[in-house]
């Protein structure tokens, strides 16, 4: 285990099944739809592991595409503050069935904004998978349609999630010790 890491919260083997899950989830929901492309819409760069994982389980035939997205943070910002800063065109994902796919829901608003914009954009259909949920950190309503796991709000870092940039590559899903931290945030 890295030193900076207090304790695993999500092992390689647990992620593991949970890809295998949600992504037999998904095929079973995608089945019944008519036709179409499917159109798998990473959100960089925390959702790069989960992606690439999840793209490999997943039988239906997919596409892929991703987006950066910025937020201008904190409790004090109202609603609908993010800022695209690497955008998809819109022949990409007209009349496609998005499925966007992150790597944690803290407060709601990156995909409560982005499942606006993509229907707004003429998508077919609009889901979300995240690897990750905190539903404690919530700040506008917003369900995703298929989740791999509720953590409690503890600041964790691996499989694409990073502090500073940094622990992105870790293979499982960890606790960041306080005192890798303290004095920098
Ligand atoms: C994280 C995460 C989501 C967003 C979730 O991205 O990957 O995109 O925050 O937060 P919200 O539910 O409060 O909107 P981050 O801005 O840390 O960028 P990164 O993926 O590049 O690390």
């Not at 950190?137 to 691996?158: A, C, H, L, N």
């Amino acid at each position: 285990m890295d030193k900076d890491i207090q304790k695993i919260l999500v092992s390689e083997e647990e992620l593991d099944t949970i890809v295998r899950r949600v992504a037999a989830q998904i095929d079973q929901d995608y089945a019944k739809r008519e036709g179409g492309r499917l159109i798998l819409l990473g959100i960089l760069k925390g959702s790069v592991v989960f992606m690439g994982d999840l793209m490999k389980r997943i039988r239906t035939p997919v596409e892929i595409e991703f987006m950066r997205v910025s937020s201008y943070g904190s409790g004090t910002v109202s609603s609908g503050d993010i800022r695209i800063i690497l955008d998809v065109s819109i022949k990409e994902i007209q009349n496609c069935d998005i499925l966007i796919v992150e790597d944690i829901i803290d407060s709601g608003r990156t995909l409560s904004y982005l499942v606006d914009y993509f229907k707004l954009k003429g998508a077919r259909s609009v889901r979300t998978v995240t690897l990750l949920d905190k539903p404690a950190r919530r700040e506008v309503e917003f369900t995703p349609d298929y989740v791999g796991k509720q953590i409690p709000d503890e600041f964790v870092v691996g499989y694409g999630l990073d502090y500073d940039e940094k622990y992105r590559a870790l293979p499982y899903v960890g606790v960041l010790d306080p005192k890798a931290y303290q004095g920098n945030s």
